[in-house]
């Protein structure tokens, strides 16, 4: 079956394409942009999708997400992470190790990729462990993993907070030339903190977690990314400092890339209110400044990535006490709509956007994918920019709930996602 | 005006006039205290639980005084700390007093934020007796009670808080309540425990006993945490005791009718030299007969908000 995409605005940054156009969709790949349409409407084999007003573009890449499965499958299963990428408009998600067991081997990785394969309906990519068990003491078996699907490597979640260990990982990684992606976080400086150190912890009696406790381990992964001449990636950038250390790091000419969350750059701790477990996660909400100079990292190229941390978490495991709660949201469909904003807010510009979120991510891990180009698979996204929803965590397609946004009228409603060819949502 | 707080859960959201209004209605409760029969009907019927999960004679001991002569009936639920991270959750043991036909929950509670939990998720009336290391309104209310009663006024005083207030629920809720009915607030103590963040409170930050107790008028003294040693934050109790400790040679700087407060209780020669200790003790006890009238009058006044949502 062939699908023939009419009459919407094509952006596709990784070839510089922004015009009104046709998409030709043939045997799961792009066959071609036709002028015309007419020979193909009324071909009961062509299945023709009316795009008139709304934008196509690559299928959204979300380089971090947590799909839970092994061993957590009662937040979220490979199945329902997928479903819940395809209605937030994403055709690619790399999924991260901290599962149980642990992606640390290659028979975990052979495991989620049989998964995807069977039961996902987006491409998934997993990213191995960096030490076993993340514990931060010895290498996973990172050569294995790489030759079984890993495209690259994290202890996300459980920096590594020993210097040679991160070292050696940096290393050894250049033989399969994958990136090695950090959660920047000193744990010592972080403590029992729960969020950001700041007025609102203050007031709530909570203990926070300090920017510095990001800057310090950003500072220090820079800083044996130039030792070791490896490629670094920095995930969910939360704080100006990260965002000026990053900046001055590649004018060096360091390899680093780096992502930021939906969330960091729409709020700021000011969202804990009166303990609002779905604000909280890690690195945490901060304050107001951190947040436009994350914005300011998006817009001069700092910050190469828009990425989720999709973190999905039971009801029960969100509905007690702020300090017992665990850290993290859900994301992958509130993605498009809050980056939207972005847009709106003029902070950038629609092609920068989806550019942060479809070529840009792809290019940190090599994925090759974030594109229209003819021949390449067919990961196609089509939304209307304009049309007003409200999220309602009711009717996410995650299994988890878990997200702050609940009752926000935004604009961005996803109408087709296409995986290889295939419609895996319509809305 | 009329009360319209079901639950009393911080000082940080209650108006001055509201704060005004539970003292004044506290020293009504104080004259029901000092008759023979000391009982007034006020929660006939009403079942009030007292769910402690931390040890705390002194606070649950007041609050069940209050309760009882308020006509109330009565139930302790003592929980362990270790039953906050096994079993059981909060909400499901605070839904198990609700089934009980407890209407009133007064909580305490080591984690900040626990009596907003059950604020939020039931339809009892709930009381926070102290939250982790943020706020624990009564014990707050009633030091504002003991000083407007030496004093004779809040507004102008210069109120002096010393010790840890990084991890105090007592700091926290008497810097808003003493700021919003117009005191000058300093706190002091190492700069290890002083939140950084503190100012926005509009309190005063020293890090000199001596400095910050010039022309005080009332002095509150925190308890200092004896587990806190184990930690980073000062070296010593021995040091901390020798800079932070009060003593009447520290004292001398501060207004000649300075009263000396303190939450208890006392760790004689840490916080308090002993004869100090022994000089403020009639305020001490005085804080403490004055705990059961403010209890009394925040229950009567939760519980007409309450009847009239």
Same mark, same amino acid.
């Given at each position: 079956?062939?699908?023939?995409?009419?009459?919407?605005?094509?952006?596709?940054?990784?070839? +510089?394409?922004?015009?009104?156009?046709?998409?030709?969709?043939?045997? +799961?790949?792009?066959?071609?942009?036709?002028?015309?349409?007419?020979?193909? *409407?009324?071909?009961?084999?062509?299945?023709?999708?009316?795009?008139?007003?709304?934008?196509?573009?690559?299928?959204?890449?979300?380089?971090?997400?947590?799909?839970?499965?092994?061993?957590?499958?009662?937040?979220?299963?490979?199945?329902?992470?997928?479903?819940?990428?395809?209605?937030?408009?994403?055709?690619?998600?790399?999924?991260?190790?901290?599962?149980?067991?642990?992606?640390?081997?290659?028979?975990?990785?052979?495991?989620?990729?049989?998964?995807?394969?069977? *039961?996902?309906?987006?491409?998934?990519?997993?990213?191995?462990?960096?030490?076993?068990?993340?514990?931060?003491?010895?290498?996973?078996?990172?050569?294995?993993?790489?030759?079984? +699907?890993?495209?690259?490597?994290?202890?996300?979640?459980?920096?590594?907070?020993?210097?040679?260990?991160?070292?050696?990982?940096?290393?050894?990684?250049?033989?399969?030339?994958?990136?090695?992606?950090?959660?920047? *976080?000193?744990?010592?400086?972080?403590?029992?903190?729960?969020?950001?150190?700041?007025?609102?912890?203050?007031?709530?009696?909570? @203990?926070?977690?300090?920017?510095? #406790?990001?800057?310090?381990?950003?500072?220090?992964?820079? @800083?044996?990314?130039?030792?070791?001449? #490896?490629?670094?990636?920095?995930?969910?950038?939360?704080?100006?400092?990260?965002?000026?250390?990053?900046?001055?790091?590649?004018?060096?000419?360091?390899?680093?890339?780096?992502?930021?969350?939906?969330?960091?750059?729409?709020?700021?701790?000011?969202?804990?209110?009166?303990?609002?477990?779905?604000?909280?996660?890690?690195?945490?909400?901060?304050?107001?400044?951190?947040?436009?100079?994350?914005?300011?990292?998006?817009?001069?190229?700092?910050?190469?990535?828009?990425?989720? =941390?999709?973190?999905?978490?039971?009801?029960?495991?969100?509905?007690?006490?702020?300090?017992?709660?665990?850290?993290?949201?859900?994301?992958?469909?509130?993605?498009?709509?809050?980056?939207?904003?972005?847009?709106?807010?003029?902070?950038?510009?629609?092609?920068?956007?989806?550019?942060?979120?479809?070529?840009?991510?792809?290019?940190?891990?090599?994925?090759?994918?974030?594109?229209?180009?003819?021949?390449?698979?067919?990961?196609?996204?089509?939304? =209307?920019?304009?049309?007003?929803?409200?999220?309602?965590?009711?009717?996410?397609? #995650?299994?988890?709930?878990? #997200?702050?946004?609940?009752?926000?009228?935004?604009?961005?409603?996803?109408?087709?996602?296409?995986?290889?060819?295939?419609?895996?949502?319509?809305? | 005006?009329?009360?319209?707080?079901?639950?009393?859960?911080?000082?940080?959201?209650?108006?001055?006039?509201?704060?005004?209004?539970? !003292?004044?209605?506290?020293?009504?409760?104080?004259?029901?205290?000092?008759?023979?029969?000391?009982?007034?009907?006020?929660?006939?019927?009403?079942?009030?639980?007292?769910?402690?999960?931390?040890?705390?004679?002194?606070?649950?001991?007041?609050?069940?005084?209050?309760?009882?002569?308020?006509?109330?009936?009565?139930?302790?639920? $003592? !929980?362990?700390?270790?039953?906050? $991270?096994?079993?059981?959750?909060?909400?499901?043991?605070?839904?198990?007093?609700?089934?009980?036909?407890?209407?009133?929950?007064?909580?305490?509670?080591?984690?900040?934020?626990?009596?907003?939990?059950?604020?939020?998720?039931?339809?009892?009336?709930?009381?926070?007796?102290?939250?982790?290391?943020?706020?624990?309104?009564?014990?707050?209310?009633?030091?504002?009670?003991?000083?407007?009663?030496?004093?004779?006024?809040?507004?102008?005083?210069?109120?002096?808080?010393?010790?840890?207030? !990084?991890?105090?629920?007592?700091?926290?809720?008497?810097?808003?309540?003493?700021?919003?009915?117009?005191?000058?607030?300093?706190?002091?103590?190492?700069?290890?425990?002083?939140?950084?963040?503190?100012?926005?409170?509009?309190?005063?930050?020293?890090?000199?006993?001596?400095?910050?107790?010039?022309?005080?008028?009332?002095?509150?003294?925190?308890?200092?945490?004896?587990?806190?040693?184990?930690?980073? /934050?000062?070296?010593?109790?021995?040091?901390?005791?020798?800079? /932070?400790?009060?003593?009447?040679?520290? !004292?001398?700087?501060?207004?000649?009718?300075?009263?000396?407060?303190?939450?208890?209780?006392?760790?004689?020669?840490?916080?308090?030299?002993?004869?100090?200790?022994?000089?403020?003790?009639?305020?001490?006890?005085?804080?403490?007969?004055?705990?059961?009238?403010?209890?009394?009058?925040?229950?009567?006044?939760?519980?007409?908000?309450?009847?009239?949502?």
């Amino acid at each position: 079956m062939s699908i023939l995409i009419k009459g919407g605005r094509i952006i596709d940054p990784s070839q +510089g394409i922004d015009g009104k156009g046709n998409v030709l969709i043939e045997n +799961g790949k792009i066959k071609s942009y036709p002028k015309t349409t007419k020979k193909y *409407e009324g071909d009961l084999d062509v299945k023709v999708i009316d795009a008139k007003g709304k934008i196509v573009s690559p299928g959204l890449v979300d380089i971090h997400v947590h799909l839970r499965e092994p061993g957590f499958e009662h937040k979220e299963t490979i199945r329902t992470g997928c479903e819940s990428a395809a209605a937030g408009g994403f055709t690619s998600i790399v999924c991260m190790p901290n599962t149980n067991p642990v992606n640390d081997n290659a028979s975990v990785t052979e495991y989620i990729l049989l998964k995807a394969r069977t *039961e996902g309906i987006v491409n998934v990519f997993p990213i191995g462990a960096i030490t076993k068990g993340e514990l931060g003491e010895t290498l996973a078996q990172i050569g294995e993993m790489y030759e079984a +699907g890993c495209v690259g490597v994290s202890d996300d979640g459980m920096p590594v907070m020993n210097s040679k260990v991160m070292r050696h990982a940096m290393e050894y990684v250049q033989a399969f030339d994958i990136p090695v992606l950090s959660h920047a *976080e000193d744990k010592d400086l972080s403590g029992s903190g729960v969020m950001n150190e700041g007025e609102v912890s203050t007031q709530l009696g909570l @203990t926070g977690i300090p920017c510095a #406790s990001e800057d310090v381990m950003v500072s220090r992964d820079i @800083t044996v990314a130039e030792l070791t001449g #490896s490629r670094l990636h920095i995930c969910h950038v939360s704080t100006a400092g990260s965002v000026r250390l990053i900046r001055a790091a590649k004018k060096r000419g360091v390899k680093v890339t780096a992502e930021v969350t939906p969330h960091h750059f729409i709020l700021t701790d000011e969202a804990v209110g009166r303990y609002d477990t779905n604000a909280k996660m890690n690195p945490p909400l901060r304050g107001k400044k951190d947040r436009e100079a994350v914005i300011e990292g998006l817009k001069d190229g700092t910050l190469d990535a828009i990425a989720t =941390d999709h973190a999905p978490h039971s009801e029960d495991e969100k509905k007690v006490e702020f300090d017992l709660a665990p850290f993290g949201i859900v994301g992958l469909e509130t993605a498009l709509p809050l980056s939207l904003k972005l847009v709106e807010d003029g902070a950038l510009t629609i092609n920068q956007m989806i550019s942060k979120l479809t070529n840009s991510p792809s290019d940190v891990l090599n994925l090759g994918k974030g594109t229209l180009k003819i021949g390449e698979n067919a990961d196609v996204v089509i939304f =209307d920019p304009e049309q007003e929803i409200t999220i309602d965590r009711e009717s996410f397609h #995650s299994k988890s709930k878990n #997200s702050p946004f609940d009752g926000w009228k935004l604009k961005g409603k996803v109408n087709y996602t296409i995986v290889n060819g295939e419609i895996v949502y319509s809305g | 005006m009329s009360f319209k707080h079901k639950h009393i859960l911080g000082l940080e959201e209650l108006t001055a006039k509201e704060i005004t209004l539970i !003292l004044d209605t506290a020293e009504s409760m104080k004259e029901v205290s000092e008759r023979d029969i000391k009982k007034v009907p006020a929660l006939r019927g009403v079942t009030v639980c007292n769910l402690f999960y931390e040890p705390s004679t002194r606070t649950r001991s007041s609050f069940e005084i209050a309760e009882k002569r308020l006509s109330a009936d009565v139930l302790n639920f $003592t !929980l362990s700390h270790s039953s906050v $991270t096994k079993g059981e959750t909060l909400l499901d043991t605070a839904r198990n007093l609700e089934a009980m036909g407890a209407s009133v929950i007064v909580i305490r509670h080591p984690l900040s934020g626990a009596p907003w939990l059950l604020a939020k998720e039931l339809n009892s009336s709930i009381i926070n007796a102290g939250d982790g290391s943020h706020e624990h309104p009564s014990q707050a209310l009633l030091d504002l009670f003991t000083i407007r009663k030496i004093k004779g006024k809040i507004k102008g005083l210069k109120v002096v808080i010393v010790g840890d207030i !990084l991890h105090s629920r007592v700091a926290r809720s008497n810097v808003w309540g003493l700021v919003k009915l117009g005191a000058e607030v300093r706190v002091v103590g190492p700069p290890t425990l002083i939140p950084r963040y503190i100012k926005k409170a509009k309190a005063k930050t020293f890090y000199n006993l001596e400095e910050a107790i010039k022309g005080a008028d009332v002095v509150i003294m925190l308890r200092i945490q004896m587990e806190r040693q184990e930690s980073v /934050y000062f070296p010593s109790l021995r040091e901390y005791s020798r800079f /932070y400790g009060l003593t009447r040679e520290k !004292l001398k700087g501060a207004d000649r009718d300075v009263t000396v407060m303190h939450p208890g209780p006392i760790n004689r020669g840490i916080e308090l030299s002993s004869d100090i200790a022994d000089d403020a003790s009639s305020v001490i006890l005085d804080q403490v007969s004055n705990g059961i009238a403010v209890r009394m009058a925040m229950f009567y006044l939760a519980a007409s908000a309450g009847r009239n949502q």
